[in-house]
């Protein structure tokens, strides 16, 4: 018994060594921005690159002189409304797509999944347009109503995968002793699939957060976003990569924190269905 264990104890301990490495490898680029957030400009942009340096939070007083904390408050109104709203809406499209399937069903989820197929740069024209024309250019707002229409695809496709693990025996059970369409949803089905929320809503977040190309193209100074804040490190003078770190670092924590907070949900969610 001993010997048969040895070959899948050693086994499992490569995959463990092969893991650990996978995620230093990935984790490498967050730690050297991190610590050139900690340098001089000079000695962050020496070549080759240096690892042992004084260290300086020069970069990081430059980045807060330049009034970071509105750019912060808009990424945050933004991503936390438009996550919220998309949750609200794609609850119970996903509602009717799993436990309750309406006609056509897979039509409608094809037409959801559609509306990802087409390129981000092919809309930007008339969402400006049609911005401009009601005079909502440099409003958080209307990044609220693309983020929200930019996540519910992905939002509805997640949850109707999460929705679909409920056991109809719970809803009928429900529906027989009198419960009405509301309380079933809010007293069984959002218990049961909270993790699948948690890893949905997160997603949506980070994708909000991190989003650029409609925050660069319709928003000025009254509803930057913080990845606006940092292209404004990179000018003609020439690239200041210490403080670019030092803002990239700061930038970063709100997602960081969130993760840290909901990962144990977010890994719940993300296994719902993956055992049968």
């Not at 230093?24 to 680029?29: A, D, I, S, W």
């Not at 000079?42 to 690159?49: C, F, G, L, R, T």
């Not at 989003?211 to 404004?232: D, K, Q, Y």
């Given at each position: 018994?001993t010997?048969?264990?040895r ?10 060594v092969?893991?650990w ?15 050139t ?19 300086a ?28 709203l998309?949750?609200v809406?794609a ?11 309406v ?25 400006y ?16 109503v ?34 009405s369409?509301l ?14 929320l948690?890893a ?10 991190n989003?650029?190309?409609?925050a ?12 606006i ?6 000018t ?11 803002a990239a ?10 993760g840290?907070?909901?990962q ?13």
């Amino acid at each position: 018994m001993t010997t048969r264990s040895r070959p899948a104890d050693t086994a499992g301990g490569l995959w463990t060594v092969l893991a650990w490495l996978a995620g230093l490898l990935f984790f490498l680029p967050v730690l050297w921005m991190v610590l050139t957030g900690f340098k001089r400009e000079v000695d962050a942009a020496s070549n080759p690159p240096s690892w042992f340096f004084s260290p300086a939070l020069d970069g990081y007083r430059q980045v807060f002189d330049r009034d970071l904390l509105p750019y912060l408050l808009n990424s945050m109104t933004a991503s936390v409304v438009s996550t919220l709203l998309v949750l609200v809406l794609a609850t119970p499209a996903a509602y009717a797509l799993s436990i309750r399937p309406v006609e056509r069903w897979r039509d409608v989820l094809f037409f959801f999944i559609s509306t990802k197929m087409l390129p981000v740069v092919a809309a930007l024209l008339p969402i400006y347009l049609l911005v401009k024309q009601v005079g909502m250019l440099d409003n958080i707002w209307t990044m609220v109503v693309l983020y929200t229409a930019m996540n519910l695809p992905l939002a509805v496709w997640m949850m109707r995968s999460f929705l679909l693990e409920v056991p109809t025996a719970l809803i009928e059970a429900a529906a027989m002793d009198g419960a009405s369409l509301l309380v079933t949803i809010r007293r069984i089905l959002l218990p049961i699939v909270a993790p699948g929320l948690a890893a949905t809503a997160l997603i949506c977040f980070i994708f909000s957060w991190n989003e650029f190309f409609f925050a660069v193209n319709l928003t000025a100074t009254r509803a930057g976003t913080a990845p606006i804040f940092l292209v404004g490190f990179v000018t003609s003078e020439g690239l200041f990569l210490a403080r670019l770190c030092a803002a990239a670092t700061i930038v970063s924590l709100p997602v960081v924190l969130a993760g840290w907070i909901a990962q144990k949900q977010l890994v719940r969610g993300l296994s719902m269905g993956a055992v049968k």
